[in-house]
T-cell receptor
Framework: RKEVEQDPGPFNVPEGATVAFNCTYSNSASQSFFWYRQDCRKEPKLLMS???SGNEDGRFTAQLNRASQYISLLIRDSKLSDSATYLC???????????FGAGTTVTVRA | DTAVSQTPKYLVTQMGNDKSIKCEQN?????MYWYKQDSKKFLKIMFS???????INETVPNRFSPKSPDKAHLNLHINSLELGDSAVYFC???????????FGPGTRLTVL
């Protein structure tokens, strides 16, 4: 089983729509969680950290469910510039490394 | 101004050759990493160095050898290149092992 699994998509949504997707992780000792964004042929960049209580950053909302070992990302009022691959990233306290999901591709169309 | 830089950006070479990729960060971070992103887009960690000391060494063929001359540099040397080594290699750095990682622009390696 992969350490971090994501629905690859693609999610094709119109501008202004809401899109949400999840990621599951297998290491119950994981202690930190992140969403990174990767544009085509570019490097990944941190979008937001995910806190236990859930957190919001503008149009982006992240949730963590430790019992079911999943993380979610919701994008409200999608913009064309939100088109990218979103990588779910988990840090394990037992192996001290970041594990990346393969990414969920989101395409926002005009 | 570039935080994490890598050279070269593109590398096309023949099987069996030896090549190096260089990475430098000017963020003052203590920890640096090498990742490999294959055609399926999975980013997999290869190595991690903290203050010039190797702390993570994933199951990577010993043809791959990282070298950290100082904490701002982490180079990757690859011997006897194989077709399967074709991928994008990203260097990254972070203040400590749990903090946000900053990635370089990547080196696209193609082995013919």
């Amino acid at each position: 089983r992969k350490e971090v699994e994501q629905d690859p998509g693609p999610f094709n949504v119109p501008e202004g729509a809401t899109v949400a997707f999840n990621c599951t992780y297998s290491n119950s000792a994981s202690q930190s969680f992140f969403w990174y964004r990767q544009d085509c042929r570019k490097e990944p960049k941190l979008l937001m950290s995910v806190y236990s209580s859930g957190n919001e950053d503008g149009r982006f909302t992240a949730q963590l469910n430790r019992a079911s070992q999943y993380i979610s990302l919701l994008i409200r009022d999608s913009k064309l510039s939100d088109s990218a691959t979103y990588l779910c990233v988990v840090f394990g306290s037992n192996d001290y490394k970041l594990s990346f999901g393969a990414g969920t591709t989101v395409t926002v169309r005009a | 101004d570039t935080a994490v830089s890598q050279t070269p950006k593109y590398l096309v070479t023949q099987m069996g050759n030896d090549k190096s990729i260089k990475c430098e960060q000017n963020l003052g971070h203590d920890t640096m990493y090498w990742y490999k992103q294959d055609s399926k887009k999975f980013l997999k960690i290869m190595f991690s160095y903290n203050n010039k000391e190797l702390i993570i060494n994933e199951t990577v063929p010993n043809r791959f050898s990282p070298k950290s001359p100082d904490k701002a540099h982490l180079n990757l040397h690859i011997n006897s290149l194989e077709l399967g080594d074709s991928a994008v290699y990203f260097c990254a750095s972070s203040q400590d092992g749990t903090a946000e990682q900053f990635f370089g622009p990547g080196t696209r390696l193609t082995v013919l």
